[in-house]
């Protein structure tokens, strides 16, 4: 089992910049994969980039250039920074970590923060 929390969330104003943090506890060594999710009210859950064992980072289009993924996998800790922060960025933003265990892959969500970009 992994335990994910998140912080950082909070109101920023068009054109800011924010710092998001994920904390893994538990079952660390397994994991392979921390990611940035967001979701709006009543939509499905976007997915915002990833990083993977390795250091390899990915990146969805719509954040791309803006937002900057860095892991310290000793410390079992991924930070999304955002910068140039748009209205349609707003949503609730979670963190993900995949584990595996042989041939078996497991998924544990954060309870979520709210980022908002408003004026």
């Known amino acids: 089992q992994v335990q994910v929390a998140e912080s950082g969330g909070g109101l920023v104003q068009p054109g800011g910049s924010l710092r998001l943090s994920c904390v893994a506890s538990g079952d660390t060594d397994s994991i392979y994969d921390m990611s940035w999710y967001r979701q709006v009210p009543d939509q499905t859950r976007e997915w915002v980039g990833s990083a993977r064992n390795g250091e390899v980072t990915n990146y969805a289009d719509s954040v791309k250039g803006r937002f900057t993924i860095s892991r310290d996998s000793a410390k079992n800790v991924v930070h999304l920074q955002m910068t140039n922060l748009k209205p349609e960025d707003t949503a609730v933003y979670y963190c993900?970590?995949?584990?595996?265990?042989?041939?078996?892959?497991?998924?544990?969500w954060g309870a979520g923060v709210q980022v908002t970009v408003s004026s």
């Open positions: 993900h970590t995949r584990t595996e265990h042989g041939n078996m892959r497991n998924g544990y």
